[in-house]
């Protein structure tokens, strides 16, 4: 099993970046995608996640019209496109992957079954 993630980078304050997961050795349909964020200093926190079974999507409040998750179930990619980049959304970026529907996703990342190598973002102002 495994999950990559990369697209990160720096990006000035109101850039765009689209980072994006490749998901191989498992059932994809049968797992939600999460996308989390670790600051430094502070805990990994879900940002966005999306129900592979049924395209539903979930985006915590500070990156709600800002982000936006997708996937494309032929090549077991997700995608989050960030838009509107602000110096608070920097940070290590992973994906992980999750056995049920979206709400596995907002259970906690101790539910989470597979995560992959973070992708750094960083923003400058």
């Given amino acids: 099993v495994q999950l990559q993630a990369s697209g990160g980078g720096l990006v000035q304050a109101g850039g765009s970046l689209r980072l994006s997961c490749a998901a191989s050795g498992f059932t ?5 995608i999460g996308w989390f964020r670790q600051a430094p200093g502070k805990e990994r926190q879900l940002i966005s996640c999306i129900g592979t079974d049924t395209g539903n999507s979930y985006y915590t409040d500070s990156v709600e019209g800002r982000f936006a ?3 494309d179930n032929g090549k077991n990619m ?4 960030t ?3 602000k110096p608070e959304d920097a940070g290590t970026y992973y994906c992980a992957a999750g056995m049920g ?7 906690g990342e101790h539910f989470m079954d597979y995560w ?3 992708t750094q973002v960083t923003v400058s102002s």
Avoid: D, M, P, T
């Fill in 69 to 71: 998750i997708s996937y």
């Fill in 83 to 85: 838009n509107s980049l």
């Fill in 101 to 107: 529907n979206i709400n596995i996703c907002n259970y």
């Fill in 116 to 118: 992959g190598k973070g």
């Fill in 28 to 32: 994809y349909r049968e797992y939600a």
């Fill in 78 to 81: 997700v995608y989050l496109q």
